[in-house]
């Protein structure tokens, strides 16, 4: 008898249940966003959401943010056994921002809610699976408002949370409202967006029950294990196509905030019939500033490249995609920092970890390859307290040009790898702001590096200020060092911020925090341009991307 004839299914109802399981994860993460309250998770849409089955292993996913994403498993095989048996009830959850224990940076909270059978067998264990989301939070306390970038450990970024498990009144009305309420600065955004997460992982809940009374709660269960099977088949697959050998690159990371730097990311593709090793060794020692990426970031930027460059859209996203990929990774290093080390700004270097990978790749199979892009995101902080005493805070984020490539010119200003958020849009913030206004959001025109496929454009933001008190905070990288051409195309134009003061131009650096602002203030963000894909081999063959 085979696998599908034991469960009375047909081949089909893989297929089905699979596309039903990623249908309940957008599902939730649609109703996220539209419950969000902060510019960041509703606007931004910095958010994410999963299934996970009952040991923690992600059986789908929403297509979100990668880099939230493809660890998720790993902090949830944390949580559950920093837990034990203590299992949260029906209403109850498990929450953590911990990037000692599984999470990535203080401002990305996690919650799995547990969904359990309505009526379990008897002796059997009534938990069937885990929905997980993860938001961006605009505040967790520490020294500086939303962007904390001069942090030299991680107590002073914020309240940090352990793997524990919570119940509802917890966050409606008992001890952790009130810590929170206690040490963030806007804490009505900050604890609607954990409700809004609390009232996705209820739809998510709801929706898997459903599934279960249809098909079974064991055959949801047995096809979960049937996907991440196929899943693996599948990648083991893709990476038997590639010659065997070791393929590596290196890159940089301009600076830590804190004068360190430039911080080297080395990476080499070690390709053995179906397996793949990505190798960090080589990679700079952690840094005293907050771009040390945790175990989880650097993972999830590893797994993130497999997704894009080995795999491409052939197959649901789960934890089966990387059984054959083993990650290794230097201990007390950027790329896997050791406690207390400040983590705030740790998307600099995951990013830097892909477009590595992405150089490396390029050795191996040079008709899927890419030059370098911005790659990293822009996130900024706009924050201003009051004469009441209160703050007015927006976070946002924006993006550079990607690289060119075999498929074309580069993309103009999207979102980097392993993001997948949105720009702030012009009206929200008009609706929502009277102390500064946007007065520039435009494309840099000659930011691209030339090549038979032209890079991307970058992106130029500008703010003027209105009134006294405010205070800008950022980070990014391609600052010094330009988005590389690829194969002889030609480099992007670095990126920067700065502020225009009457007739001065001041330069800021790539990681700022609370610079005070004064009215009359021009504060201009520009992002970098990508690299040129290939020498430009006469103008009728060069493209414009027009």
């Known amino acids: 008898?085979?696998?599908?004839?034991?469960?009375?299914?047909?081949?089909?109802?893989?297929?089905?249940?699979?596309?039903?399981?990623?249908?309940?994860?957008?599902?939730?993460?649609?109703?996220?966003?539209?419950?969000?309250?902060?510019?960041?998770?509703?606007?931004?849409?910095?958010?994410?959401?999963?299934?996970?089955?009952?040991?923690?292993?992600?059986?789908?996913?929403?297509?979100?943010?990668?880099v939230q994403l493809a660890s998720l498993s790993a902090v949830a095989h944390s949580a559950i056994a920093a837990i034990g048996d203590e299992l949260p009830g029906r209403d109850g959850f498990i929450l953590t921002n911990d990037?000692?224990?599984?999470?990535?940076?203080?401002?990305?909270?996690?919650?799995?809610?547990?969904?359990?059978?309505?009526?379990?067998?008897?002796?059997?264990?009534?938990?069937?699976?885990?929905?997980?989301?993860?938001?961006?939070?605009?505040?967790i306390g520490g020294a500086a408002a939303g962007t904390q970038t001069n942090a030299k450990d991680i107590v002073a970024e914020g309240l940090r949370i352990p793997p524990m498990a919570l119940s509802k009144s917890d966050l409606e009305s008992g001890w952790l409202r009130q810590i929170l309420e206690a040490n963030v600065r806007v804490s009505d955004q900050v604890l609607g967006d954990i409700q809004a997460q609390r009232s996705a992982a209820a739809l998510g809940v709801s929706r898997y029950l459903d599934l279960c009374r249809r098909y079974g709660g064991a055959v949801v269960e047995k096809i979960s294990e049937m996907i991440m099977d196929y899943a693996e088949r599948v990648t083991r697959d893709a990476i038997s196509e590639l010659p065997d050998g070791?393929?590596?690159?290196?890159?940089?990371?301009?600076?830590?905030?804190?004068?360190?730097?430039?911080?080297?990311?080395?990476?080499?593709?070690?390709i053995k019939d179906d397996e793949l090793t990505i190798d960090?060794?080589?990679?700079?020692?952690?840094?005293?500033?907050?771009?040390?990426?945790?175990?989880?970031?650097?993972?999830?930027?590893?797994?993130?490249?497999?997704?894009?460059?080995?795999?491409?859209?052939t197959v649901f996203v789960n934890d089966?995609?990387?059984r054959s990929v083993e990650v290794v990774i230097p201990e007390r290093s950027l790329v896997?920092?050791?406690?207390?080390?400040?983590?705030?700004?740790?998307?600099?270097?995951?990013?830097?970890?892909?477009?590595?990978?992405?150089?490396?790749?390029?050795?191996?199979?040079?008709?899927?390859?890419?030059a370098a892009g911005q790659d990293t995101p822009y996130q900024y902080t706009l924050s201003r307290l009051d004469d009441n005493g209160s703050y007015e805070m927006i976070t946002g984020v924006m993006f550079g040009g990607w690289g060119g490539s075999v498929w074309g010119a580069g993309l103009d200003g999207v979102s980097s790898h392993l993001s997948n958020a949105t720009n702030l849009p012009v009206e929200y913030e008009e609706a929502t702001t009277t102390w500064y206004r946007l007065i520039?959001?435009?494309?840099?025109?000659?930011?691209?590096?030339?090549?038979?496929?032209r890079g991307g454009r970058g992106l130029r933001r500008v703010y003027e200020i209105l009134a006294p008190g405010g205070t800008f905070s950022a980070y990014t990288d391609r600052i010094s060092v330009p988005p590389r051409g690829l194969f002889g195309g030609g480099?992007?134009?670095?990126?920067?911020?700065?502020?225009?003061?009457?007739?001065?131009?001041?330069?800021?650096?790539?990681?700022?925090?609370?610079?005070?602002?004064?009215?009359?203030?021009?504060?201009?963000?520009?992002s970098a341009g990508g690299g040129g894909w290939h020498a430009e081999e006469d103008l009728e063959e060069a493209t414009t991307g027009a």
């Open 1 to 66: 008898m085979t696998k599908w004839e034991e469960y009375g299914l047909r081949p089909s109802d893989v297929s089905i249940v699979g596309h039903q399981l990623v249908a309940i994860c957008e599902e939730m993460a649609l109703a996220l966003v539209r419950a969000a309250y902060s510019s960041i998770v509703r606007e931004g849409k910095d958010c994410s959401t999963a299934l996970l089955d009952r040991t923690g292993r992600v059986i789908a996913q929403a297509q979100r943010i990668p």
């Open 99 to 139: 990037p000692y224990s599984g999470a990535q940076h203080l401002n990305d909270l996690i919650l799995l809610a547990p969904i359990y059978a309505p009526a379990p067998p008897e002796g059997d264990s009534a938990l069937l699976a885990w929905t997980g989301s993860v938001i961006h939070l605009i505040d």
């Open 246 to 270: 070791t393929y590596e690159a290196e890159d940089l990371v301009e600076s830590d905030g804190l004068g360190g730097g430039p911080f080297p990311i080395r990476a080499a593709l070690r």
């Open 280 to 313: 960090l060794t080589g990679t700079a020692g952690q840094a005293q500033g907050p771009i040390n990426c945790p175990l989880a970031a650097t993972l999830s930027a590893a797994y993130s490249f497999v997704l894009g460059f080995v795999l491409g859209d």
């Open 320 to 322: 089966g995609c990387y």
């Open 336 to 370: 896997n920092p050791s406690y207390p080390a400040p983590v705030h700004a740790r998307t600099n270097v995951a990013n830097r970890v892909y477009s590595t990978l992405k150089l490396a790749f390029a050795s191996i199979d040079p008709d899927r390859s890419m």
């Open 440 to 453: 520039e959001y435009s494309i840099r025109d000659g930011s691209e590096g030339g090549g038979r496929y």
């Open 491 to 526: 480099d992007g134009a670095v990126g920067g911020f700065k502020i225009i003061r009457r007739d001065e131009v001041i330069p800021l650096a790539p990681l700022v925090t609370e610079v005070p602002l004064v009215t009359g203030d021009v504060v201009v963000l520009e």
